[in-house]
């Protein structure tokens, strides 16, 4: 009798950790993602968003071939200083307006001076970035999905601590897998007119300049 109650005891709990290890695997995975991960996980090419066709046509030496390659970056105090103080002057300085209003057409990415859309906040914050001595290719343009389903750009910064975003949503730079968004791709690391895809069965492409 012990024997067996012993056994439907030790059953239950087997079942119990398979059913907790089990929910805890999937909840960690969500579009292809692991949000236990300090990196996005890319999964090979994409096409380029149409506005950043366009935008590499008017700005050819903006995309040019990255000077050098390099690996993530180290952060410290004073990379995070400048991450925090860019993402806020920015957002400060920009008056969120969409394409439509502003240029007459739904997509048309370029640097702002006092108004424009997510991917101008994005492009301006790559450029000052970079002028303060940041690898290019650890600042790279991201379209995702946001709270609700609209496309977005934000720019993510690719360090040794893990990937981190600067946001016109939002002031404070945040690491990527604590936002609520959809990932969808990100301009490559290896050139600026190429994209990744973050998502391993990417349907449609997503026209970010849809959400101020």
């Not at 600067?166 to 404070?172: G, S």
């Amino acid at each position: 009798m012990y024997r067996v109650i012993y056994s439907l005891a030790f059953f239950a709990i087997c079942i119990s950790s398979y059913s907790t290890n089990a929910t805890a695997e999937f909840a960690v995975w969500v579009d292809g993602q692991n949000l236990a991960s300090p990196h996005m996980r890319v999964y090979g090419n994409s096409k380029p968003p149409i506005g950043h066709v366009r935008f590499c046509q008017r700005y050819p030496r903006d995309c040019e071939k990255y000077r050098q390659i390099t690996n993530k970056i180290s952060l410290n105090k004073n990379r995070w200083r400048q991450l925090v103080t860019i993402n806020r002057a920015v957002n400060k300085a920009i008056k969120p307006v969409t394409d439509q209003e502003h240029h007459g057409t739904i997509e048309y990415w370029d640097y702002p001076s006092s108004s424009g859309d997510c991917e101008d906040y994005v492009l301006l914050k790559r450029r000052l970035l970079a002028e303060n001595g940041w690898p290019e290719n650890s600042l790279l343009i991201t379209v995702v999905r946001d709270e609700e389903g609209a496309g977005h750009a934000i720019l993510t910064v690719r360090t040794k601590q893990g990937d981190y975003l600067l946001d016109n949503k939002r002031d404070e730079v945040t690491v990527w897998n604590k936002v609520p968004y959809r990932f969808v791709k990100r301009q490559s690391a290896r050139h600026p007119k190429y994209w990744d895809s973050l998502y391993p069965r990417e349907r449609e492409t997503i026209r970010s300049s849809s959400q101020r």
